[in-house]
């Protein structure tokens, strides 16, 4: 069984996308082993408990960075993931902890990277520039996690158009989508090249 685990810090759409595919089948030979958060009550928890699956939090009060990665290292260690998914997470994952799980931590961001990448383009920011950039199309990456922010290997990159009528929570819809579609299945594909 391929195990992965997700680290969530919000609403957990892409989650609920994850398991909807899980419960009809399309995901055979993976198991989502825990869902993690570094916040107690945020949906995506609220969500995987009242499904069935684990919940952990992880309380990042009075830690270091390093002091609360090494400890959700140990949860994750504990729920033997193959691959760790981040949904969502809010927290910038620290240089050891990537290190540790070197090609094992994938995320999806909202934009088409390199453009509108690093520590300030997260949720609506991200949405907001590009309407600010008056580009013409974005869309989401999946990518490796590495050491720097937003900098890992690109998995998929797919593409939907920027309209003059888009406002920044229209092009979030429409990103998510992307989302919702992809995200399960790279999930799939990473699992089925690692598990032959």
Known sequence: M???????STKGTDLQAIIDEMEVGKMPGIEL???ISNKKNCYALERAREQGYKTIFVDPKNKTREEFDEELAKRIEENEADLIVLVGYMRI???EFARKFKNRIINVHPALLPKFSGKNFFGSNVHEAVLSAEEKETGMTIHYIDE??????IIIQKK?????EDTPETLKEKVQALEKKWYPEVIRRIAKTRST
């Open 160 to 164: 939907c158009p920027v309209t003059p």
């Open 148 to 153: 720097g922010v937003d900098t890992g290997e």
């Open 93 to 95: 994952l620290t240089p």
């Open 2 to 8: 391929f195990k992965i685990v997700i680290l969530a």
């Open 33 to 35: 082993s825990a869902v």
